[in-house]
C-alpha cells in the first residue's frame, strides 16, 4: 500500500530527514516518536506534499506521490489529511462550517465564499460530529470549544475528505491527559473501523506503546527503530532518544510499563524522557 524508499530532505546543512524507508502493507496506527529536531514533522509535511523532498520515492498504491502536480497533487492531499497540533481550525467560524472546510480540495473556494453547501454535505458533517461525539456543538464558533473538542473538529474534517490515511501531528501535546485520551481513542477507532491508516508523531512513548500497532523512531533524520510496541525496550528507547545518564532507567521503565489501569500521565511521561 504504503513504500517510503530513501526519501530525505536538506535544509542548507541540516539533513533534516535521511534517507528514511518502510513499508505499510495493512492499514495500521503508526507512531512516530524521536527526540525534538530528529524529522518527525518534516517526515509528515513531505507525505502530504506540504513540503516538496529533496531525494526519494514515496509510492502508495502505485502512484508516485512526490512527482504528483496540480489537480493530481491535490487530490492526494485529500486522500491524506492532516492534523496539527495546534487544530488549525478557523476560530470565529462555526463548527460545522469547519468540518465542512474538509471538502475544499475537492469542491473548490465557491461554496466557502458564500458559505453555501449542498444538504448532503451538510448533513455527512453532521454525522461524522456525531460519531466524535460532538454534534450539539455544531452551531458553536470553534474558538468556544475546548481542546479536546476542537480536536475532534479537526479530526472531523479531515474525515469529510474520507482519507485514506490520516497524518497527525503531535495531535495531543496541547491537550491535558483526558482530553489527549479522548482524542487518541477517537484516532484509533477510526482507524480500526474504517481502515484507514493513521501515522502519529508522539511526544511520549507512552501514548505510543498504548496506541499502535507499530512504532517508528527517529534520530537525527534517521529511522532507527522500527516495530511494534513490545519491542520497545529500555535500550532502544535509549536509542531512539540518546538519553545518557539523565534517562533515569527505574523510572522510565515504570513509564513503559504501565498498568492498563494507571493513571494516563503525559506530562510524567513525557518528563522522563527530558534530558
Ligand atoms: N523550514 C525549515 N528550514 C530550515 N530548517 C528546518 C525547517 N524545518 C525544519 N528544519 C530543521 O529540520 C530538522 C527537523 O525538524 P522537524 O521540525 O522535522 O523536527 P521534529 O522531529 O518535528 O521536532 P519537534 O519534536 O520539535 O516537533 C531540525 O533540525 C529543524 O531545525
Ligand atoms: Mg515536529
Redesign the pocket.
Known sequence: MLHVENVT?I??Q?R??DAASFSVGEPAMIG?I????????????MMNRL?DASSGRIVFDGTDVLALKGGDKRAWQSQCAMIFQQFNLVPRMDVVSNVLHGLLNRRGTLPTLFNMWPKADIRRAIEILDRLGIAEQAGKRAEALSGGQQQRVAIARALMQDPRVILA??PIASLDPMNAQVVMDALRRIQQEDGRTVIA?L?TLDTARRYCDRVIG?RD?RIVFDGVPAQLTLAAAREIYGAGAAFREQATSTAMDVPEDAPKDEAYAASLLAD
Open positions: 530532505k535544509f542548507g541540516t533534516a530527514v512516530i524521536g527526540r525534538s529536531g530528529a524529522g518527525k514533522s518534516t517526515f509528515l509535511r513540503t501531528d503531535e508523531n511526544h527517529m533524520g
